[in-house]
T-cell receptor
């Protein structure tokens, strides 16, 4: 079956512009997670949802970052007024149920470059 | 707070030799532990996970890891390296007792296989 998909795969933007990154989870998966991975580092948690409810947004670095999942399926991570330090790989993952024993399945990521 | 330390950002082994990738964790409660692999231009793929059942966990592609509470370790091993094992490997920890779904990753170990 289809895995987690993310779009766009690559995004180049100018400093100060807003960007929206999309994640389409595996069909039927309840939980959806966003991570950010800087070059040479492991992924860092940003936020996650169960269904449409945002359960934890403690990893969002500041108020320029927001995420939504209005219908409990597709999610959008929005970065307003982008800065060069926002450049990274943004990864989305989904899992079938609400317990952490379920595996998180990762998408290919969106590489964001802010000039 | 939970954390993971991966010793050795780069490991090189000869084809056919033992693979040993080290991971030590810090957690105030019994954790769940994971190993993920990342091939170039692909998403993270789960190799194996420990969720408080058997301490020796077998995963895909011949990998296994042993949870050692006394050493706070979860090292990844494979008896005989293949060229296809060349990739970046991430150890991750989660703390289910607080209802915390997020994964905390280490900084990764890049494995190179020498022909």
């Amino acid at each position: 079956g289809a895995g987690v998909s993310q779009s766009p795969r690559y995004k180049v933007t100018k400093r100060g512009q807003d960007v929206a990154l999309r994640c389409d989870p595996i069909s039927g998966h309840v939980s959806l997670y966003w991570y950010r991975q800087a070059l040479g580092q492991g992924p860092e948690f940003l936020t996650y949802f169960n269904y449409e409810a945002q359960q934890d947004k403690s990893g969002l670095p500041n108020d320029r970052f927001s995420a939504e999942r209005p219908e409990g399926s597709i999610s959008t991570l929005t970065i307003q007024r982008t800065e060069q330090r926002d450049s990274a790989m943004y990864r989305c993952a989904s899992s079938p149920r609400e317990t952490l024993q379920e595996t998180q399945y990762f998408g290919p990521g969106t590489r964001l470059l802010v000039l | 707070a939970q954390s993971v330390t991966q010793l050795g950002s780069h490991v090189s082994v000869s084809e056919g030799a033992l693979v040993l990738l080290r991971c030590n964790y810090s957690s105030s409660v019994p954790p769940y532990l994971f190993w993920y692999v990342q091939y170039p231009n692909q998403g993270l793929q789960l190799l194996l996970k420990y969720t408080s059942a058997a301490t020796l966990v077998k995963g895909i592609n011949g990998f296994e890891a042993e949870f050692k509470k006394s050493e706070t370790s979860f090292h990844l091993t494979k008896p005989s390296a293949h060229m296809s094992d060349a990739a970046e490997y991430f150890c991750a920890v989660s703390n289910p007792n607080f209802g915390n779904e997020k994964l905390t990753f280490g900084t990764g170990t890049r494995l190179t296989i020498i022909p």
